[in-house]
């Protein structure tokens, strides 16, 4: 018998496998499918202080092994998440669900956080501060040491629960943001985000989103997402939640390998539904096979 | 929407660059025309979504244009192959709104959803009409099959078959009160345009998921911002903004 439980900022977890923000809605289209009380957890959709319709379309692109997408945080507002979305979701999820936060504001950040953190169904918030989708907010605040910390410190003094911070790879030295953030008294930390990318339509000669630019994800980032989380790995004591092109049961004990104690499924719920819940039933078959007999025994197991 | 291994019965080319392809699979989720399927193609990471043209019980039929890697793929395939195809997805046309007398436009690999919608008008007893558009001769399909159920006006941008144009140059029949269109964006924007009646167009957009999750197709209605691959494909002409 083999053991995938896990404990993420002190929450106990069945598995380690939840599903990322901006791939899953509030859960609703994949509870159609199949009962997603199997996961670990999930992260919803993007919310901000106020509804969003994001950007126009073409919002996704292509490429080898992986999409763009720049939806840009469209989103109802976490006024109607709270009235709306989180009532719906006890109906089909059970489990503690972690609240995924935009802002373009520091103060929209603190209300958005405070405001779900209330919400008896919310277990971890994660503050993300690296949306390379939008102008003026999102990633702007994730690239600079000192502004990550800004917003982890006004969000820690409102919020209850464990805040984790999303961090994006699109920086120079992700390490010494993941640090800042530490200091500033975030609880966890999750990576990657995506990454800017752009596509060209050669009809047109112009950019295929709308956007310009977008963000890369799917399985042509994993290594990126794994080199990134072995760093950060070293230069922090705070949990990681790993994520970046994770598509099989392996990727996920490769991710806890590289420091992970959780991890997050995106892109390839998109391209089968039910990539999920296949995961974490191969996962204590891939366990077996490697001799894994508890997965809290393998996060961080590349750096022994 | 059901998510399943399908087998290629037949696969032929039946226009320039267009194909048809028959499959066996599960088609309990298709429950009306206007309905897609989204498909993963070889090579590529997020699947192809794809008009239903017809089906029965146990198979279906997809008519495709060859536009690029995933569908030169597709047009590869063979009698036994399998292939991995979410099914039933997007909510497909109304019939009940027609009339008795309704007129279906499409233009080019627009037509294929308009024909199982052709067939349940005409099991309904209602008595449809066609205008269908090609760039040219070479691009027609299905003129025939559409022929055995309703009347069929054919137009051609260079007049190489039909009448010469695009299908807003045929004036549609005095007693059409609601009409059903699938194609081009253009064309749809022109229709919505020249067109005093009620309607539902097929809309395209390009797709993460297929099944509402992603957020990638969405747009904004009258009655609110709206998936296309969820809300839609299929909208009443009253509720776009184009």
């Not at chain 1, 053991?3 to 939840?18: E, F, K, Q, R, Y």
């Not at chain 1, 820690?156 to 464990?162: D, W």
Request: hydrophobic residues 40%.
């Amino acid at each position: 018998m083999v053991s995938t439980a896990v404990s993420l900022c002190g929450i106990h977890m069945d598995n380690p496998v939840m599903a990322a923000s901006g791939t899953f809605g509030y859960g609703a289209e994949f509870a159609d499918l199949y009962d997603i009380n199997c996961l670990g957890s999930f992260s919803f959709k993007g919310t901000t202080l106020h509804p969003r319709f994001g950007n126009p379309t073409p919002r996704i692109a292509e490429s080898a092994s992986g999409m763009l997408n720049a939806v840009g945080l469209q989103n109802p507002g976490v006024e109607k998440v709270i009235e709306e979305e989180l009532p719906r979701m006890r109906a089909f999820f059970s489990k503690p669900v972690m609240a995924n936060v935009s802002g373009f504001a520091l103060e929209e950040y603190v209300e958005t956080c405070r405001l779900l953190d209330n919400q008896e169904q919310v277990g971890w918030l994660e503050v993300n501060i690296s949306c390379p989708n939008v102008h003026g907010g999102g990633m702007s605040f994730g690239t600079r040491p000192q502004s990550a910390a800004e917003v982890t410190r006004a969000v820690k003094a409102v919020c209850k629960k464990p805040v984790i911070i999303k961090l994006s790879p699109n920086v120079s030295d992700i390490a010494a943001i993941a640090r800042a953030c530490e200091d500033a008294g975030a609880d966890g930390l999750s990576l990657i985000n995506t990454l800017v990318g752009m596509r060209l339509n050669l009809k047109t000669r112009k950019p295929i989103l709308n956007n310009v630019t977008g963000g890369l994800s799917g399985p042509a980032i994993l290594p990126v997402a794994l080199a990134m989380v072995y760093r950060v790995y070293q230069a922090v004591r705070i949990p990681i939640v790993g994520m970046g092109g994770i598509s099989c049961a392996r990727d996920v004990v490769e991710m806890m390998l590289a420091g992970a104690t959780a991890v997050q499924i995106g892109a390839a719920n998109l391209v089968d539904p039910y990539i999920c819940r296949d995961i974490i039933a191969d996962l204590p078959v891939v366990m077996a096979q490697l001799g894994i007999h508890n997965l809290n025994d393998i996060i961080g197991g590349a750096h022994s | 929407m059901t998510q399943g291994q399908y087998t290629v019965i037949s696969n032929r080319p039946i226009a320039a660059a267009t194909w048809e392809m028959l499959l066996a699979g599960d088609t309990s989720a298709l429950t009306r025309p206007g309905q897609f399927v989204n498909l993963r193609t070889g090579g590529h990471y997020l699947r192809r979504p794809l008009s239903v043209c017809a089906w029965d019980d146990s198979r279906l039929t997809l008519i495709y244009k060859v536009v690029g890697q995933g569908t030169d793929w597709l047009s590869e395939r063979q009698a036994g192959d399998p292939i991995d195809m979410l099914c039933g997805l997007g909510n497909g046309f109304d019939t009940g709104l027609s009339g008795q007398y309704p007129l279906l436009i499409g233009g080019g690999v627009g037509l294929p959803p308009l024909y199982q919608l052709a067939h349940q008008l005409v099991d309904e007893g209602k008595q449809p009409r066609l205008i269908m558009g090609f760039n040219s001769v070479q691009e027609v399909f299905y003129r025939e099959e559409f022929e055995r159920l309703m009347p069929v006006t054919v137009t051609t941008m260079d007049g190489s078959c039909g009448v010469r144009g695009l299908v807003t140059e045929v004036p549609p029949e005095t007693n059409c009160t609601y009409f059903y269109a699938c194609g081009p964006s253009p064309m749809l924007r022109a229709l919505c345009g020249c067109l005093t009646m009620p309607g539902q167009l097929s809309l395209e957009e390009r797709m993460g998921c297929g099944f509402g999750a992603c957020m990638g197709c969405t747009i904004r209605t009258r009655l609110g911002d709206k998936r296309v691959c969820k809300e839609g494909p299929v909208f009443l002409k009253e509720e776009l903004i184009w």
